[in-house]
């Protein structure tokens, strides 16, 4: 079985803290992604990573970088948290045709 | 603008019967599709896909119809069962599987 795993399930930050989301995989997947889900908008791609040190920018990608130094870890980074990144996150990476997600993070920005 | 729809936030169906949850698309570069079931704390989980060369794949209880010149794509359930009650997506990716485009989810309900 695949598995993706978060490191925390909930995450409450101030406004202006600089914020780390951990995503690690067993499966030595090459594609590893981040989304954010919010109501009524799905999920929508903010970072995805081809390689080690690879990185494309998805559709939202600002106010967040990533950072992949190992195949197993991508980690999402919010450099200034702001309120309006309230939301949850979710990790993916992708074997074959498929992706397989974390469980996610449920960050709150005050 | 999003390029996958799901225009039913939410659908409610008796134990036994067909669901059917649907999704639009308007990208026709899009060329695999697939859906997910979501439980509550949990991240989604692969359903079923269908590639574009096909107008229909099945697996189980769970089929899935393609209609290209509509970019219309559906997914029946039946019979229908408590345990399949979560929030369905459906997605698409042009084929390079780098992208993929979520719809907004339909949150599925089956009353015993």
């Known amino acids: 079985d695949v598995k993706v795993t978060q490191s925390s399930r909930y995450l409450v930050k101030r406004t202006g803290e600089k914020v780390f989301l951990e995503c690690v995989q067993d499966m030595d997947h090459e594609n590893m992604f981040w989304y954010r889900q919010d109501p009524g908008l799905g999920l929508r791609l903010i970072y995805f990573s081809y390689d080690v040190k690879m990185k494309e920018k998805g559709d939202i990608p600002e106010g967040y970088s990533v950072s992949r130094e190992k195949k197993e870890r991508f980690s999402l980074i919010l450099e200034s948290a702001s309120t309006n990144q309230t939301s949850m996150y979710l990790c993916?990476?992708?074997?074959?045709?498929?992706?397989?997600f974390g469980a996610g993070t449920r960050l709150s920005v005050l | 603008d999003q390029q996958v729809k799901q225009n039913s936030p939410s659908l409610s169906v008796q134990e036994g019967r067909i669901s059917i949850l649907n999704c639009d698309y308007t990208?026709?570069?899009?060329?695999?599709f697939l859906w997910y079931k979501k439980y509550p704390a949990e991240g989604p989980t692969f359903l079923i896909s269908i590639s574009s060369i096909k107008d229909k794949n099945e697996d189980g209880r769970f089929t899935v119809f393609l209609n290209k010149s509509a970019k219309h794509l559906s997914l029946h359930i039946v019979p229908s069962q408590p345990g399949d009650s979560a929030v369905y997506f459906c997605?698409?990716?042009?084929?390079?599987?780098?992208?993929?485009?979520f719809g907004s989810g339909t949150k599925l309900n089956v009353k015993p």
């Open positions: 990208n026709s570069m899009f060329d695999y």
């Open positions: 993916a990476s992708r074997g074959g045709n498929i992706q397989y």
């Open positions: 997605a698409a990716t042009p084929g390079n599987f780098n992208k993929f485009y």
